[in-house]
């Protein structure tokens, strides 16, 4: 039982290319989640899926997209990236969206990606 | 809007002694979860203690305590004992789940503990 694993654990972009960051969870969950966390700041949202064939965006969508390939996999893609995109970014997944307050989400190792 | 509030970015504490972590939210809502997460220097978020708006004692996780007082809106963690092996950054976060909220966690900058031998 591997939780919540991500690859790559590292990366180095130059501006302006491409890159595709996995993420896949073997715990059965309904919901997975992509943050980013920058320096100083706390994590914050870039897309979550609620259920699989879904995806909403979050605090910080812009310059990302991301696909819920099926109930396992999430991946995030950076089309065009770009210096202010060098972060750690770290994929979690919860049991689901339902309103009851204990939800938690268990994380990945995280990708730590720089753009130059 | 949801906010965290972490007052603390750093702290250093002996080993041993007990240590608390500040954190207060600000929110509308009556109905909520409030979680603290241990990041180690290796990267990895680890949950360390829940509780629920609702619930009417403080939650304890063997040496973590949470002072929940929610007429003040504050959440703060407690270490009892602590050890060198508790440096690390703890965040406090944040989930709504009234009618209307988007369930999302709201994550607080993060307090930087240091345990001194």
Redesign the interface.
Known sequence: NAGVTQTPKFQVLKTGQSMTLQCAQDMNHNSMYWYRQDP??????IY?SASEGTTDK?EVPNGYNVSRLNKREFSLRLESAAPSQTS?Y?C?SSIG???????????G??TRLTVL | AQKITQTQPGMFVQEKEAVTLDCTYDTSDQSYGLFWYKQPSSGEMIFLIYQGSYDEQNATEGRYSLNFQKARKSANLVISASQLGDSAMYFCAMREVSPGSNYQLIWGAGTKLIIKP
């Open positions: 100083g700041m706390g994590l914050r949202l979550y979050g750690v770290f979690a969206l339902a309103a009851v307050s204990y939800n938690e989400q268990f994380f190792p995280g």
